[in-house]
């Protein structure tokens, strides 16, 4: 739900950027789950990462960063600005930032889940699939039912024992 909320109110370059960032939540909660640390590379990949998305939010100017000479300053701005409003935060930036830590968080249990307890893999790869289909078989007979009763009403046929079990 968040996700489907951010994509709707951010452009699809911020989007995939602030997505990317579960990587970073995973790395984070890996290390708090589980105590993994990180290698030097990784740890320079993930500042990287969040460095970009920063950048994406215009939070961190690229400018400040690069040495004066690597900039033309007297060229204008071509690269694009997002704007700041604060429904574009409060329905974007948020919402993609939360699905993405959300992400890390269900991999690091995932990853827990799986070495911590020795389990076997393809058994509960198995587990999350039969897990998925019962949840969006329930969805969509909730969502069947719904339609149903705003058509016809809860009195089907005007039969008012039709729901009573016999």
Known sequence: MCSLLAYQNLDAITYNVLNQTK????????????????SGMQMLALVLLLMAALEMEGLLPLDALLPSYWTDRTKPESHFVPSLSPR????????????????????AIT????????????????????????????????????????????????????????
Request: hydrophobic letters at 50%; one cysteine or more.
């Open 111 to 166: 990853q827990k889940s799986l070495q911590g307890e020795n389990r076997n893999a393809l058994l509960f790869t198995m587990e999350l699939c039969v897990a998925s289909i019962l949840l969006l078989l329930i969805s969509f007979l909730k969502v069947m039912m719904e339609r149903r009763f705003d058509n016809e009403g809860f009195l089907i046929n005007g039969h008012c024992l039709q729901y009573c079990p016999f």
């Open 23 to 38: 990587t970073l939540s995973a790395a984070m909660c890996c290390y708090l789950l589980l105590g993994k640390r990180q």
């Open 88 to 107: 574009r935060f409060t329905h974007g930036v948020i919402p993609i930032l939360v699905a993405s830590f959300l992400s890390g968080f269900a991999g």
